[in-house]
């Protein structure tokens, strides 16, 4: 072999080693992504198939939360649509119904969420930015005309 062919070798067996490292860790990663949807994504597309793990965003809709035990239903909504949330646990302190809540579990097939995650927060200005664009777009976000 000549010294360019051991060099376009060396080069070529490199480029496999990464393309392989590459495939793996996409693979890996594959699993973990969760995508963010609204009730309205939901209801309207076919962005999220039953049995896919997703997180939901929205606003608590009022008088919708149920207390069974550690059981609690609520509903998530974007003013058009809405998705009923079924969590067992322990909610975060700050929520309460009409504030910004983002979910994250399973979707059935009848549209509710079996959650294992409750997230919320205390004011729209710390709303992820998927949700703030989700309300924007409704017309129902407030962070710009607070004083």
Not at 60 to 74: A, C, D, L, Q, W
Request: hydrophobic fraction near 40%; aromatic fraction near 6%; charged fraction near 25%.
């Amino acid at each position: 072999m000549t010294r360019k062919q051991k060099r376009l070798a060396v080069i070529g067996g490199m480029g496999a080693v990464l393309l392989v490292a590459v495939l793996l860790v996409m693979t890996a990663l594959r699993d973990e992504i969760v995508f963010f949807y609204t009730p309205s994504d939901i209801i309207t597309g076919d962005k999220a198939n039953s049995g896919q793990r997703i997180r939901l965003g929205g606003l608590v809709k009022e008088g919708s939360i149920v207390r069974n035990g550690s059981e609690i239903g609520f509903t998530v909504t974007d003013t058009d649509q809405e998705i009923s949330v079924a969590y067992t646990g322990i909610l975060p302190d700050l929520f309460r119904e009409g504030q910004g809540v983002v979910t994250e579990g399973v979707i059935t097939p009848q549209n509710t969420l079996i959650a294992d995650t409750v997230l919320a927060k205390h004011d729209e200005n710390y709303v992820p930015k998927e949700v703030a664009d989700a309300l924007k777009e409704k017309g129902v976000w407030q962070g710009d005309n607070k004083p």
